[in-house]
């Protein structure tokens, strides 16, 4: 068993004559609940798509990305069985990753997919054991209600609830969500965060999550890794993110990063400590 989940050297990203990435390095133990902040721009979607193999860094650069002791990337090369390893990550993004047309249930057996045969994916013939993961993955986020309903007819939260449930149905040791709560109300916004620090504490999965909210990083995630301009500029625990070093950090653009009242969520009540690093809310 490796201790160290995600590993990231050199990562450099060029779009254009815009550098996205600028030699990020980045360790990330498992059962780690790691928030990824930042601006708008700062690379937080950029970071998360190379750790999936979804991008790759720049070709000849030093860039390399292993993720569960397996090799995603080098230089700017996808590793030949990058599959196998995808299989073990799930994604969560903020524009909810479902196929609308098909049942709540259906979406959230694709989770399933890597175990089992074309032919049963293809003809939509799940075993009774898999419906029934599927069924209990509902159950725990609490939609299972909705389970034969067509995904585009469920809410933004409730969308972003059966995502995790297909992350729970694929046995995800990484779960890697990218703004998943950008679109959600604060209360829905609240019950993904929950679901998923319930998911990395009762079963260690380890989960990177990018946010623009700080006030969430706080409620959450007991480590905060801050891009700006592609570059890693804080890592450490969230805790030790001041209202004073964020300004150092981000300048002008430290308002973006706080959008709620942290006293209305309920896992800074249990983080007083935190509280008090927090600013007044608007
Ligand atoms: N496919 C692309 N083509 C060109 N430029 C891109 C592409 N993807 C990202 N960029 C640029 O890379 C930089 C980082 O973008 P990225 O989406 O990673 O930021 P982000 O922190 O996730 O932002 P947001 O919070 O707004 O989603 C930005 O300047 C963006 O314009």
Known sequence: MHDTVI????????????????DVDLTVRRGEMV????????GKSTLLRHLCGLHRGDEGSESRVAVLGRLVQQAGRLERDVRR???AIATIFQQFNL??????MHNVLAGAFNRLPLWRTALRRFPAHELEAAWLALQRVGIERCAWQRASTLSGGQQQRAAISRAIVQ??????ADEPIASLDPE?????MELLARLNQEQGTTVVV???????AFAYCPRTVALRHGQVVYDGPTAQLSRQRLMELYGTQTEELFSHRVGALPGAASQPALAGALPAAA
């Open 35 to 42: 928030a990824l902040l930042g601006a708008s721009g700062s």
């Open 99 to 104: 196929v609308d047309r098909l049942p709540v």
């Open 171 to 176: 046995r995800a040791q990484v779960i890697l």
């Open 188 to 192: 829905s916004s609240r019950k993904v």
């Open 7 to 22: 590993e990231v050297r050199g990562l450099r990203k060029t779009f254009g004559d815009c550098c996205a990435l600028k």
């Open 85 to 87: 390893t995808r299989a």
């Open 210 to 216: 990018s946010l623009h909210q700080v006030d969430f």
